[in-house]
């Protein structure tokens, strides 16, 4: 686990000499354990660090900064570092809409080209052409319900998001028809209706790109190269119909929609909550092998997946950083050995949930300053529980191996790694003369 302050990147290392890094970005400029800069320790710490694999694939959960701004600062140093780039499909509703792409094609078109919002809202429109760029076509891979990769010999399963179906919220629905009626006015002239013609035509093309880079219905390279630049081409078409559409009576409805901060958040949190999580597939009994990633799932996501989660895991990402708003009561009834928690001193996040602390299993977090047990009691929670693993005699441990002492390796292998150094969990102190 990286700390990368306000983000995350999680890299699962196999016994082949092959990584599978899940997500790689931050909301901060800096790292506060060592006021490094954070593009300064993708160059100096995570590139280096990998480099020596024999295979390395990049795994998208979905597309905020904070999980996305690492990766291509990494294929911008070295364009073939990952053999494989696995993206999260466009879903689409009972109607074939992709509502998600529908407000991203509205902010794209009408909102300012500088602004972050603009700059965030908008990545998942142009990721195919700047991936191409960068790293080639066949290097994309998109998941969705359903999908199936490999890794370490382990076979995966990808529960969520749904390709067909996907049960949009009633809010987004709203936003999106509210948008459009904005363009439907008899009085908006022929522009308008162009415009809301080649939104649809773009949405479809990328809904049939995502199939074609899919692992199970891959096309031919030159179907996904023709894909490729047909949605290129209807980003242009739509820069050149911006200015003028921005003219008209209408684009201030539309803007003024944009901007009210619920239709923001509600945005945002659908884009969470069609976050890829996927899990080890178990063919026997539980092992070591049962991994569960969630990317930034919302209690809905949990909800329409309970049934497909096993009883308990090895490993459990705590997702959207282990804040209390994604929280789901399906985790009470999940055993968890070890739990994943990234997160980090940021002004606009969320501390820890405190169920987190509650759980018996040993918690790995990225950075203190985020934790309200850590604040309270000056001292980690996990001291509250036992780990198995180096604990013989069954006494709640005072150290992690890893921690007490430095040569040591933790038996869980599961490290939180920074600029400073790389340590375990147990970690009251991260002051090397207090070790």
């Not at 998600?100 to 909102?111: K, M």
Request: glycine residues 6%; aromatic residues 12%.
């Amino acid at each position: 686990m990286h700390n990368m302050e306000f983000g995350e990147c999680i890299v699962l290392g196999g016994s082949n000499r092959q990584i599978l890094m899940v997500d790689c970005g931050s909301m901060n400029s800096k790292i506060q354990e060592t006021e490094e800069a954070v593009h300064v320790y993708l160059e100096k710490g995570i590139l280096p660090r990998y480099e020596e694999a024999e295979g390395r694939s990049f795994l998208l959960t979905h597309y905020h900064r904070d999980h996305i701004s690492g990766l291509f600062y990494i294929i911008q140093a070295d364009p073939y570092y990952f053999d494989r780039i696995y993206l999260p499909t466009a879903p689409v509703n009972n109607e074939g809409r992709a509502l998600l792409l529908e407000i991203a094609v509205y902010i794209f078109t009408f909102w300012g080209r500088q602004s972050e919002y603009f700059q965030t809202s908008i990545a998942p429109l142009r990721m195919f052409e700047n991936l191409r760029q960068l790293a080639g076509s066949e290097s994309i891979y998109t998941l969705g319900r359903g999908s199936t990769f490999l890794f370490d010999d382990v076979e995966y399963d990808v529960l969520w998001p749904a390709w067909e179906q996907y049960p949009f919220s009633e809010l987004l629905r709203d936003i999106v028809e509210e948008l459009d009626i904005c363009m439907s006015s008899p009085y908006s002239g022929r522009k308008a209706a162009k415009f809301l013609r080649i939104k649809e035509e773009f949405c479809q093309e990328y809904v049939y790109c995502c199939e074609l880079c899919s692992e199970e219905t891959r096309g031919q390279p030159a179907e996904i190269e023709e894909s490729m630049d047909r949605l290129e081409d209807y980003l242009g078409r739509l820069e050149e119909l911006s200015e003028d559409l921005q003219k008209l009576p209408a684009s201030q409805d539309v803007i003024e929609v944009l901007s009210r901060p619920s239709v923001r958040n509600e945005y945002s949190q659908q884009q969470n909550t069609a976050s890829v999580v996927f899990h080890n597939n178990r063919r026997q009994a539980a092992s070591y092998d049962d991994i569960l990633m969630t990317g930034d799932a919302t209690p809905e996501t949990f909800d329409a997946i309970a049934e497909d989660l096993y009883d308990g895991y090895y490993i459990f990402k705590a997702p959207h950083h282990g804040t209390s708003g994604s929280w789901s009561h399906i985790f009470q009834d999940i055993a968890k050995s070890h739990i994943l928690i990234s997160n980090g001193d940021y002004h606009a996040a969320g501390m820890i949930c405190g169920e987190y602390q509650e759980e018996e299993g040993i918690k790995h977090c990225t950075n203190r300053y985020a934790c309200a047990w850590f604040v309270e009691n000056g001292y980690c929670c996990n001291h509250m529980c036992e780990c198995f693993e180096y604990n013989e005699r069954g006494a709640a441990p005072e150290k992690c191996p890893k921690c007490k002492w430095r040569t040591r390796l933790a038996d869980c292998g599961i490290y939180v790694v920074s600029g400073q150094m790389e340590r375990g969990c147990l970690c009251d102190s991260l002051e090397e003369e207090n070790w």
